[in-house]
Structures are given as C-alpha cells and as structure tokens.
C-alpha cells in the first residue's frame, strides 16, 4: 500500500514538473528563446580564439588597409597588422568579461567591473592614436572607480552576512525600532496627559 502511494507522489509529482516547462506556450517561447540565447553565448565565447586570428588576415607590411567597409592606418605601430593585435589582445578579453557579468548570478559580479574597464580603457589606449605608452596609465583610471564598486560589494557582503549567516533581518529590526519609538511616544503623549 505504501509503495503505490508513492509511485503516486512520484507521479503527480513528475507531471508538475512537466506542466511547469511544456504547460502553456509562454513558457515554452521564453525557454525556446532562453535556449537560443544561451546557444549564441556559448557559440560566442567558443569562436573567441578564432575572432583573435583575425590579425592574420590582415596584409603584412602594410601602413593602410582599406577594405569595402573600413579603412584603417597605422598609428604608433609600424604596420597595421600590430594595431589590429594589440586591440584584439584587449577587445577578446574584454568581450569575455562583458559575458561574464552579463551572465553571472553570484553576488559580488559588481567585481567584474573593474577588469572590464581595465580592458576598455587598455583597449582605448591601444586604438589611440595620440598615446605612446600602453598598459601604464590604466590603473590610476581604474582607482575611482575601484572606490565605488569595492565599497558596495562589500555592503552588499555584509547584508548577506548578516542575513545568511547570523540571521539578522534588517527589516524586522527596523520595525521593531519604528515600534518601540511608536510605544515610547505613546509613553510620553499619556505623561503629559496625566500632567496636565
């Protein structure tokens, strides 16, 4: 008796789960286009070392490269081929770390911000034509910015902390403190009553 009681539980159970996913066509079009979306993701990241040899197409010992749809010439480097590069050494792992925060679900993904802009700002650096040293000046960019984002993460730490691990509910102390103030003003609203 118990044993099909169960398989029961099971079942039911079971056709929950299938309902929940292939239910209504809402949420089979949202898990249709989580699919693709999580497909072209993973098809980005996947070319990534592809998407960097795209240095080797370009003509060597070349100042000026046009093509139909751009035209690129040297800065600082002597041939273009190094521009593109040394940008493609800033723009892959850039693009890798816009995926990543993009994608993360973990609490402290605030942090990956600042080797995003250090990228960005190296790449910036790379593609500009007036800047004559590379990876030097970035981390006195990056020190604001580190300021604001360290500092909230850690906030943010220390709500879990406080939430997670030792229980304390911010929220509920907060309304025993409006609740206190409420019963102390009471207090003194029935003092003065009796005064008078």
């Known amino acids: 008796m ?8 099971q079942k039911k159970k079971s056709t929950r789960v299938k309902s929940k996913f292939l239910g209504n066509s809402e949420n089979k079009s949202r898990l249709q286009s989580k699919i693709v979306l999580n497909t072209l993701v993973a ?13 080797e197409y370009v ?19 002597d041939t273009v081929r ?12 850039l693009l890798l770390m816009i995926i990543w925060f993009l994608t993360c679900n ?5 942090v990956i911000l ?15 034509d007036k800047s004559s040293i590379l990876d030097v000046v970035e981390i006195y960019w990056l020190l604001p910015i580190m300021m604001i984002i360290i500092p909230f993460v850690y906030l ?10 030792h229980g304390i509910d911010l929220k509920k102390i907060d309304a025993e403190l409006a609740e206190y103030e409420r019963k102390e003003q009471e207090q003194q609203s ?7």
């Open 190 to 196: 029935l003092l003065t009553k009796t005064q008078e």
């Open 82 to 93: 190094i521009l593109v590069w040394s940008s493609m050494n800033k723009a892959i792992p």
């Open 43 to 55: 098809l980005l990241i996947a070319i990534t070392p592809y998407l960097f040899q795209l240095y």
């Open 59 to 77: 003509p060597k010992g070349t100042s000026v490269w046009e093509t139909p749809f751009f035209t690129i010439t040297e800065t600082n480097y």
């Open 156 to 165: 943010i730490r220390i709500k879990l902390m406080d939430k997670l691990v």
């Open 2 to 9: 118990q044993t099909k009681t169960t398989h029961t539980k």
């Open 114 to 128: 600042i080797p995003m802009f250090m990228f960005g700002f190296q790449l910036f650096g790379a593609i500009n």
């Open 106 to 110: 973990k609490w402290w993904y605030h």
